[in-house]
Every structure is written in structure tokens, then in C-alpha cells.
């Protein structure tokens, strides 16, 4: 502004003096009087001037000089010039304004050498401002340059500190969304941070639906009660899920209006989509993403404001949009993670409650085995072997039919105590058989003597027809077959309380006969000739019905769901499927049974041999036999009711009888070398050290096969000879110890014995 008023002043001047000397203005009229120019007044003003002007041209090299001296400017010499310049100058004027009144020859000397000295001055600073000059342009371009490099770093700096500001953003809003596991969590925090930092209008978050057919909206910042949804095939959301970048979408979208909130009105809109990963979209540790899920982040800037979205915002979400599917994806193998812990846990729970169920019921098992066996099955084993000893005894024809029947009664009572604790043991629901060679007709005579009993106990009649044609010795569980008939009995005997006649027929089944019944649809009698099929009947012909009426013994086959479902029936019916037969019954029409019909195949044997005939037969008696006359029998049992019975049944057979308590006293009476013990009764099951163990321990230390050992046991196991066999065990008595059973037993195994040596 100065400079440029200075320049006008100038060329003014210039102008009127050029202008004076041209217009024809009146030439001076310095010798007027009376004009206020005079010669006087002029040069004084002249003089003033040139006083002034050296005053001036002084003042300026002292401030020249002081700035030289407080810094350090280029070009120095050339300021010096300047300054030389500058000091002539003032002189010149300072000696022209003595001129102007008388002055002296001395006093125009020096004006003159000191414009002399001014024009040589000012020659040569003219001389060096043309070389200086271009040093100057040179200076100026460089200090151009210099700016523009300082405009470009700047602008680069500008760059780093925004981008510095964007990973600060970044970097806070990645620790706020890690913060939780939570799913729903992350993306509610990733909205509100998102928001604050970007000073978002709304911002939502959008994911496909089950059946991937459309886009509901999930998440969103200014949260709605209701929610929308927008179809999965919509041009915007196919084009943000087939890109990785940020894409910007017009207000009229339908994302966009869907997202702006309860404003209705949407600023500019950007989108970016978001990988769902789960467990399942990873397979050896790399994320499958043709299965891969997206979610759809849309952010809405504020309406009524001149922003757009800028390359640093739109950095920012894409970064943020990363995290987010990382932490949803971290999240989600998490919750998968603590969802199968949490299985395992309940399943280990499971386990531990099952292991502590199985221990109390193993505790309640043992407990019931050890009050079965305590309170029932020794108590009766003991009654076994007194009546079987009181059998053999001179009796009376009634006397003996009561002592056979309450010798076969037991021996029922004993199997089934047997059959509960064996049950008990194995846990499998399996009945062992025993098949061996017996009489067929004794033992439906017994059947028939004890159901004659009930009958008559109960009110009802009895009649028995037996087919005479039918064979003796059969191969079979004789035990089972019992027990089995003597439950159809007491089963129809249970239901029926309105008196009657109960029938019992035994025939064999030919291959004509009762071809039609239901028994023969499940069960096919083999066609070998060494095989017989017994048909057993038993019903019940009340006072309107005769007998073996269609309706009583040869109706039709029925299974009663009234009957049929009860346990005994259930536990009756798989016996005798394991004996390859069958059996069924006939209701009444109140749904009780009135007859049922059993079903067996059994082996013929053309003739067997016994040592002792069977229970109501004429036999021998068991003392007469010299061969157990003074044997010299150890008996080992720990328990005392046992060991005396034992103990005289086997006085009965004429044994000599030295009865132990325990394995220990055993292995001490057998001891020493002269020991005359021939026989040793040895019961399996004993406390502290069991049978097993000691027959262990005598085979170790005395030679030879004596004495002979015989194992008492009540256990059923089907590899029970096996072990006996290999701890040197000669034979085996089952409980309960009877006197035809222990004497048959002890013959055996000393024919054995003298057939070796």
C-alpha cells in the first residue's frame, strides 16, 4: 500500500514539473516585491530543504549500520555501498545548503569532489545492483520452492495426524466393542461408538433371516418397537454383500429409509457388509466363505448439514466393520464353546449322579443279597436238609406225602430264592437252566400232589388226567418245568374266586393235534424223533361248565393285557422261551384267566441210571451203603445252623464228621503230614479267606489228588466247575445240601478216586 502511494507521488511530481516547462505558465518573477516568492524566500527554503535531506541521508546508514550489526544478512558489502551511497548524498546536500549565501572557494571545492564522489558512488551501485539482481531472482525462487516443499509437508502432515487420529478412533473403538462376549452387546456398543465418534444421525445393523430370503433389521441406535425387513435380493444389499468396500447409497434406498430412524429423513448413507462366521464355517482352521453369512452395517450422516462422507470416515468403518466380524466371530466359537462345556457338564453331571444311583443300588443289592441269604435262603436250606434227612426215615404212607410235599415246596421256595439273588447278581434278566435227565412222571406226580393241596386250601377241586403213553426219562430243567406249572395253578387259582374244578391234563402233542392254536404260530416243535412234545393244561370248569368245555381247557388262545402284563406272568413266559417253548392263557369274560396252556419240547432217553431213586420211590437206604461207612470228612462252614445240619446228614450216611468254622483252622487240621482226612466238604463262600483259597493253598503243599475236595456252594455261575477244576476242586454239591444229593456226590468222586489209583 505504502509503496504503491509512493510511486504515485512521484511520477505526480514528474509529471507538473514536465507539465511547467510545456503549459506556458508565467515564467518566475523572482524580482517582484510583492510576491511572496522571492529569491530570498526560495533559497531559503532551498537551504532548509538541503538541511533536512542531509539529516535524512545521515539517519538512514546509522540504521543500516545497527541492523548489519544484529544480524547476518547476505550481501553485506553491498549494503555497505548503500550506506557509502547514502552518507555522500547527505553531504552533498549538507555543503549545497551553505552555497546559498556568500560562501567561501573552499566550501564549492568540497561540493564539488563530494558530488564527484556521489556520482562515482552511485555508479557503482548501479554496476552492482545488475549483477546482484539475478542473485536476488535466484534467492526468490528458491525461497518459492521452499514454501511450496513447506505447503506439501504440511499437507502430508496434516495426512499423518489424521490418519493418527482415525487409528486412535479406531483403536477405542476396537477395545469398546472387545470388551464383551456378548453378540447383541458388540453390536449395540459398535453402534453407539460409531456414533460418537463419526456424529452419526442413526446407524443399524441388518441380518438375513433364517431361511436367508430377506433382511430384517436387528440392531439400531435409536431402537424401534417394531421391526422391518427388505427382500434378500434388493439390487442395494446385493451389491454391498458382493463388495468389500464401503458403498455409499442414496436416501431414497431402501436401507436407507428403513435406517433413518423415527426422523424419516436420511442424510448421505453409507453401507459396508459383515461376515457371520461360526464354528461350522471353519474346517482345519480356514473359514469356508462360500457359507459364509453377512450382516449389513448401514450409517446415516445428519440431515440439514453440508457433510459428506469424507476418505478418513470411510476408512474408519471399514477398519471397524473387520473388527466387528472378528469379535462376532471370536464370540460366537466362545458361546459354542461354553455350550458344549456346559454339555459336558451336564452330562458329567449325569454320569456322576448314574455312578452314584449304580453304587446305591449295588449297596441296596448287596444289602437285600446279604438279607436273602441271612434271613431266607440259609434258614431254608437248613429246613431242606432236615426234611430230606426226615424222608429217609421209616414213615408212615401220610406221613411221607406230607414230608415229599413239604420237601418239594421248599425246594420250589429255595429255587425262586435262588432265581432273586442270581437275577440280582448278574443284572442281565437271564435264568440259568439245567438240563439234565429226570423223571417225567415223578415229577408230575409231585406237581399234582401240591396242586391238589392248593386246591383244596382254596376252595376248589381237583382233577388230573395224564395221557398214559407219555415217556419217563426226559432231558430238562425239571426245576423250571415245576416252578412253571405250580404258577399257572396258583395264578387261576389268585383270579378266581367263585369255586370251580381245576383241571390238569398232560398229553403229548402229535403233529395233527392243535396245529390251529396260537402256541404253534410262535413256536414249532421240532420234527426229530428223538424229541416229544408235552402239552400242558390247567383250567378252571366252574358249576355252569362242563369239563373240558371249549370255554375251560381247549378254547382259544388269548393273551389278556389284564393277565398278560403282570410280572410274574412276564418272568413265567421268558423261562419258558429259554426252554424253546411256549405258553399262553385264555380270560374268562370278567378279563381273568381261566386256562392256560403250556408248551415244552423235551429229549427222550431211552433209560437213565440214579444212585438214589427219586423222592416217593422205593430206594435203598443210604446207610446200608458200605463204601461212605467211617469216611473221615473235614466239613468247613462258617455258618452254624448249616454246618450242623451237614454235619448229621453226613453222620446219617456213616461218615466220620470233624467240622471247622473257618479256612484258616482248615489248613490247620489238614496240617499235618498224618492227617487221616479222606474227604473235605469245603464251603466256597466264607469271610476273610473263601474256598477257593484254600483249596489253593492244600493242592500247593500236599501231593498227590488227596484229600479229595468237594466245593458247597449256592451260586448258580456257569463257570463255576470251570474255577473249581482249576484250583484242584473234585466235585460240587449245590445249596441246599440234601441227603440223596450229598451221598450221590461223595460215591461219585471216590469211584473216581479208586478208579484212578
Known sequence: MLKAVASGLLITSVLICVSANDNGFPRCNCDDEASFWTIESILECQRVGDFLIAVAYFSIPIELLYFISCSNVPFKWVLIQFIAFIVLCGLTHLLNGWTYGPHTFQLMVALTVSKILTALVSCATAITLITLIPLLLKVKVREFMLKKKTWDLGREFDNIMRQREAAVHVR???????????RHTILYTTLVELSKTLSLQNCAVWMPNVDKTEMNLTHELNGRNFNLSIPINDPDVVRIKGSDRVNILSPD??????????????????????????VCNFKGGTPELRQTCY?????ILPTGEPRSWSNQELEIIKVVADQVAVALSHAA????????????????RALQQAKRNAMMASQARNAFQRVMSDGMRRPMHSILGLLSMIQDDNLKNEQKLIVDAMLRTSNVLSNLINDAMDNST?????????????????????????????????????????????????????????????HMVGNLLQHNHGGGILVFRVFAETGSQGRSDKGWTAWRPSSSSGDVNIRFEVGINSSDSEVGSSSGLGGRNYNSDRVGGRLSFNICKRVVQLMQGNIWLVPCAHGYPQSMTLLLRFQLRPSITIAISEPGEGSERTDSNSMLRSLQVLLVDNDDVNRAVTQKLLQKLGCVVTPVTSGFECLTVIGPAGSSIQVILLDLHMPDLDGF?????????????????????????????????????????????????????????????????
Open 693 to 757: 483259597e484254600v483249596a489253593t493253598r492244600i493242592r500247593k503243599f500236599r501231593s498227590g489228588n488227596r484229600p479229595m475236595i468237594v466245593a458247597l456252594t449256592a451260586s448258580a455261575e456257569e463257570d463255576l466247575w470251570d474255577r473249581c477244576m482249576q484250583v484242584g476242586i473234585n466235585g460240587v454239591i449245590r445249596k441246599p445240601v440234601l441227603l440223596q444229593g450229598i451221598a450221590s456226590e461223595l460215591r461219585r468222586i471216590l469211584m473216581q478216586g479208586n478208579n484212578i489209583l
Open 253 to 278: 434406498s431402501a436401507l436407507a429409509v428403513g435406517s433413518s430412524g423415527a426422523s424419516g429423513e436420511a442424510g448421505p448413507v453409507a453401507a459396508i457388509r459383515m461376515p457371520m462366521l461360526r
Open 295 to 299: 450382516a449389513i452395517l448401514v450409517l
Open 426 to 486: 448278574k443284572d442281565d434278566g437271564r435264568f440259568p437252566l439245567e438240563i439234565r435227565s429226570f423223571g417225567l412222571h415223578s415229577m408230575l406226580k409231585e406237581a399234582a400232589c401240591l396242586s391238589k393241596c392248593m386246591c383244596v386250601y382254596g376252595g376248589f377241586g381237583f382233577m388230573v388226567e395224564v395221557e398214559k403213553s407219555l415217556p419217563d426219562n426226559v432231558m430238562g430243567d425239571e426245576r423250571r418245568v415245576f416252578q412253571v406249572i405250580l
Open 333 to 348: 466359537i466362545l458361546e459354542e464353546s461354553q455350550l458344549m462345556r456346559e454339555k459336558l457338564e451336564e452330562q458329567n
Open 172 to 182: 477405542m473403538l476396537t477395545q469398546e466393542i472387545r470388551k464383551s462376549l456378548d
